[in-house]
């Protein structure tokens, strides 16, 4: 599992024009090949009437595949500018689709390959991008002398609490990202002075959103 990696929370469309020509940009997310391509043809069907539906799409963790296509405009002047911008920004599990209204103006080599970048910067823009983390819940137990020093330990590194019990003991679960969590405990040991009790659950992916934790389904809106 890659620990991190910059992905779609929901897409969006923003549009751009240059010389009468109107770019829609349309932003989705594509876990797998199939999902992009659907996407895809989702789009040529809604503007039909198009000159032009040129797409770009990563898709896994590691951008393990990735494709982009011109659509009839001159080769590599959509497609593949389109790709670079989703390259550049590191996103992974993206399909990108551009769509030309021809104005009437030509616009030339450069002027098409920056006019579909700036309209692929201009969709993402309009998206919710998250960051994925591959992390590890962990239960902790203590008694309340022992839980503002962990309390600190947590918001010095930004470790987000998912519940928290307060009985007897004090009782929380976190969910930090896996290479941290030796670290994690190592300080939490230290500074309790070994009266913390902590427990390893399962690993999952998670995201912050707004200082909402994303998981499970939620990280698909």
């Not at 990735?66 to 009839?72: P, Q």
């Not at 590191?90 to 579909?116: E, K, P, Q, S, W």
């Not at 983390?133 to 309340?144: C, M």
């Amino acid at each position: 599992m890659i620990e991190r990696y910059k992905t779609i929370y929901s897409g969006g469309e923003a549009e751009t024009i240059e010389k009468k020509s109107r770019f829609i940009a349309n932003v989705r997310l594509a876990e797998s090949e199939e999902e992009a391509l659907g996407f895809i043809e989702e789009m040529k069907k809604k503007y039909w009437d198009a000159r032009h539906n040129c797409f770009a799409y990563t898709i896994g963790e590691r951008q393990e595949i990735v494709r982009a296509g011109d659509d009839g405009e001159p080769g590599g002047t959509a497609g593949r500018p389109m790709l670079d911008v989703l390259l550049g920004e590191g996103l992974c599990n993206i399909a990108l689709v551009v769509t030309r209204y021809f104005g009437g103006t030509l616009l030339g080599t450069g002027g098409l390959v920056r006019a579909y970048s700036a309209a692929a910067r201009e969709g993402i823009k309009a998206s919710t991008i998250i960051e994925k983390q591959y992390g590890t819940l962990l239960e902790i137990q203590t008694d309340y002398n022992g839980i503002g020093k962990i309390q600190y330990i947590l918001g010095k590194y930004k470790i987000p609490i998912t519940d928290s019990q307060y009985t007897d003991v004090a009782a929380i679960t976190i969910l930090a990202p896996i290479s941290q969590i030796q670290s994690l405990k190592a300080e939490i040991t230290e500074a309790t002075n070994g009266r913390a009790v902590m427990s390893e659950k399962e690993n999952r992916y998670f995201a912050i959103l707004k200082g909402r934790i994303l998981t499970g389904d939620a990280l698909r809106p």
